[in-house]
């Protein structure tokens, strides 16, 4: 089946969350996701799944992405990117660092450890593994190892343009209340698609710290109306995807 091209901005939202119960703060620290990660609870990923139209008689091309939660002094981020919009998969959207397993990693963990050092800069030291999700199964073919891991200031960025255009922080807490999360409907000749977002205003967290201090920008952490009013990430497909079941792992 050929892929359809649309534009997920503009697609109506048929539900959220907000009838779920947020992850609470005490269980957003660094210790409270060690704990988690160290019990083996009970939970049930989500089952929307990603593209219909993805090709079930090719095997899925092996791929890991790094899911950096940093330890910020007012609560953990997630370290997200924008890609770059001349890349052949995923252009122009939000992702995590990451990318298709190399012959040479010795596992999914190495895959997106080396992923990130290429496309941010992350150097591995500064992160703490902590465990992985669900391999998640995207449309364009990819199974997907997302690796959960704790990132320990101070670190440096260095954005690899190449492969990205931006690089921004959005709170954790902000990603683990389902009120925030929107599931959107796309119809298309011979079905449809139903899929996550997780829209966030564009300035609050828009460069990460450590980038903004290279380019000698002041702490994008203050919002400014003039930021807020320039638009939003829109977080959505497979990113907002595995987003919300590491909702539904911290919140079983």
């Known amino acids: 089946m050929i892929r359809p091209v649309f534009e997920p ?3 109506p939202v048929i539900a959220t969350g907000a009838d779920l119960p947020p ?3 005490e269980h957003l620290t660094p210790d409270a996701l060690r704990a988690r990660f160290d019990r083996q609870l009970a939970w049930t990923p989500e089952k929307i799944a990603d593209a219909p139209w993805r090709n079930a008689d090719l095997d899925p091309r092996v791929a ?4 950096p939660l ?3 002094p007012r609560g953990l981020t997630v370290l997200l990117t924008q890609r770059a919009d001349h890349l052949s998969d995923h252009a122009g959207q939000v992702s995590f660092p990451g990318g298709r397993q190399e012959p040479f990693d010795a596992d999914a963990t190495a895959t997106a450890l080396r992923e990130a050092r290429e496309e941010v800069g992350l150097d591995a030291s500064r992160v703490e593994v902590l465990g992985a999700l669900p391999d998640y199964l995207t449309g364009t073919g990819f199974r997907v190892s997302p690796i959960i891991g704790l990132v320990h200031p101070p670190f ?3 954005i690899d343009p190449l492969e990205v255009a931006e690089v921004f922080e959005v709170p954790l807490a902000f990603l683990m209340d389902p009120s925030n999360h929107e599931e959107r409907l796309f119809r298309y000749e ?4 139903r899929f996550f977002a997780m829209p966030y205003p564009r300035g609050e967290l828009t460069v990460a710290p450590e980038a ?4 000698g920008e ?4 203050t919002v400014t109306p003039a930021a807020v009013q320039s638009g939003q990430h829109f977080i959505w497909g497979a990113t907002a995807a595995m987003l919300r079941n590491l909702y539904r792992f911290l919140a079983a």
């Not at 890991?64 to 899911?67: C, D, R, T």
């Not at 011979?190 to 698609?193: A, K, S, Y």
């Not at 002041?218 to 952490?221: A, K």
């Open 64 to 67: 890991a992405v790094l899911v």
């Open 212 to 215: 903004a201090e290279q380019r």
């Open 218 to 221: 002041p702490d994008t952490q």
């Open 156 to 158: 440096s960025l260095e």
């Open 70 to 72: 940093v330890v910020r």
């Open 190 to 193: 011979g079905g449809e698609r």
């Open 9 to 11: 901005e503009t697609l």
């Open 23 to 25: 992850v609470t703060g």
